[in-house]
């Protein structure tokens, strides 16, 4: 049987690996294909046989891992990026309660998995549905979430899209965290604990 917390911090790394995305694109426009596509991915992975499945296997989290372990040890933080976390997480709070919203995002999931299925997660027509999907839903929750960045970037449309992709896997993680048993909490009482089942993954 799989820890809880080390699933946890699996869906926590999930989440933070689109953060780091989306603050890595609206800075500089550039992404990587294969984080990205980690990303969405996991968007249409409901019925996933365990957390790691989600994501395709633990290690394509690496990079989430690096960056909520540095969170967890009080290293060099990106502010924006803790602060884009928190608002993630209370984004998941009113996305769970709006039971229409809810119904709808997984309605154009279905709709669209067959053509993420064909040409890939990360292709620009399936990012652009994605981006509007969140645009007519998850976007009308208030407050929403914030993304600061280059203003020459966040003005191109490619750009906003693949943002908006992003946050919808961004929050599919919180979700799946919260579903796992995750609370604010775990950042206070079980900090130590979720530092060693990532270093247990890094190792």
């Given at each position: 049987m799989s820890n809880p917390i080390d699933d946890r911090v699996l869906a926590l790394a999930g989440m933070v690996q689109a953060l780091t995305l989306v603050r890595r694109i609206a800075d500089t426009g550039q992404s990587e294909s294969r984080p990205v596509q980690v990303c969405l991915d996991s968007v249409f992975r409901i019925d996933a046989a365990d957390t790691a499945a989600v994501y395709g296997g633990a290690d394509a989290l690496r990079d989430g891992l690096r960056h909520l372990r540095d969170y967890l040890a009080n290293g060099n933080k990106d502010e924006a990026l803790g602060r884009l976390a928190l608002a993630v997480l209370q984004l998941e709070r009113r996305f769970v309660r709006a039971d229409a919203i809810i119904s709808k995002v997984q309605a154009g999931l279905r709709q669209l998995s067959g053509e993420a299925q064909a040409q890939g997660s990360a292709h620009p027509d399936v990012i652009a549905?994605?981006?509007?999907?969140?645009?007519?839903?998850?976007?009308?929750?208030?407050?929403?979430?914030?993304?600061?960045?280059?203003?020459?970037?966040?003005?191109?449309?490619?750009?906003?899209?693949?943002?908006?992709?992003?946050?919808?896997?961004?929050?599919?993680?919180a979700v799946l965290w919260r579903q796992l048993g995750g609370s604010l909490w775990d950042f206070v009482l079980r900090r130590r604990e979720m530092a060693a089942a990532i270093d247990a993954r890094l190792a």
């Open positions: 549905a994605l981006a509007r999907l969140y645009a007519e839903t998850i976007s009308t929750l208030r407050p929403r979430v914030m993304v600061q960045g280059n203003p020459h970037y966040l003005g191109q449309a490619g750009v906003v899209a693949e943002i908006r992709a992003l946050l919808l896997a961004a929050l599919r993680s």
